[in-house]
T-cell receptor
Framework: EPEVTQTPSHQVTQMGQEVILRCVPI?????FYWYRQILGQKVEFLVS????????KSEIFDDQFSVERPDGSNFTLKIRSTKLEDSAMYFC??????????FGPGTRLTVL | AQKITQTQPGMFVQEKEAVTLDCTYD???????LFWYKQPSSGEMIFLIY??????QNATEGRYSLNFQKARKSANLVISASQLGDSAMYFC??????????????FGKGTLLTVNP
């Protein structure tokens, strides 16, 4: 069964460093999403992406964040200068148009 | 105002019994969808069941069913014959039309279900 994959599963970084979280969506999906879950809290929407551009972003998704689809398979989330409060689980999801969103296993980001 | 409200931070159920997890929602969009996801301690998000706002019948998927009461804006998850493996965090989520074909999900705070042997 096709699935969304994410790498790495756990990323530890120093405050102020840049990180790139990678996702490989399901191959026939064209709609991509990033969500964040701070430990013990609810899942929060960050950004949605379609046709090589951002469709919608939340107030969390400030200038420190960017997304990219560098090739036909990867979808990345970049945080330019990480802060302690960026520590969270980051989920990538993908869908067909109007379909249910399939989530990846998540990347746990720890900022020290 | 919260768009998705899950009023039960934690629930306990005996193995083999049924349990209902509550979810109420708030939207002015006539077209929306409601989802339930399971998050075990390992952290992944597992899709369980979906209900569209125009669906005439309540959704069912195996042991999972959704008690959809549109007038009350509630979409409770019913798990029948609970199993030890059902112990997890359960999130209710809503999808609204967001001006394009992408539909962001808005999640509730979750309910931690513990199944006792």
């Amino acid at each position: 069964e096709p699935e969304v994959t994410q790498t790495p599963s756990h990323q530890v970084t120093q405050m102020g460093q840049e990180v790139i979280l990678r996702c490989v969506p399901i191959s026939n999906h064209l709609y991509f999403y990033w969500y964040r879950q701070i430990l013990g809290q609810k899942v929060e929407f960050l950004v949605s992406f379609y046709n090589n551009e951002i469709s919608e972003k939340s107030e969390i998704f400030d200038d420190q964040f960017s997304v990219e689809r560098p090739d036909g398979s990867n979808f990345t989330l970049k945080i330019r200068s990480t802060k302690l409060e960026d520590s969270a689980m980051y989920f990538c999801a993908s869908s067909v148009e109007g379909g249910e969103q399939f989530f990846g296993p998540g990347t746990r980001l720890t900022v020290l | 105002a919260q768009k998705i409200t899950q009023t039960q931070p934690g629930m306990f159920v005996q193995e083999k019994e049924a349990v209902t997890l509550d979810c109420t929602y708030d939207t002015s969009d006539p077209s929306y969808g409601l989802f339930w996801y399971k998050q075990p301690s390992s952290g992944e998000m597992i899709f369980l069941i979906y209900q569209g706002s125009y669906d005439q019948q309540n959704a069912t998927e195996g042991r999972y069913s959704l008690n959809f009461q549109k007038a009350r804006k509630s979409a409770n998850l019913v798990i029948s014959a609970s199993q030890l493996g059902d112990s997890a965090m359960y999130f209710c989520a809503m999808r609204e039309f967001s001006g394009g074909s992408n539909y962001k999900l808005t999640f509730g705070k979750g309910t931690l279900l513990t199944v006792n042997p």
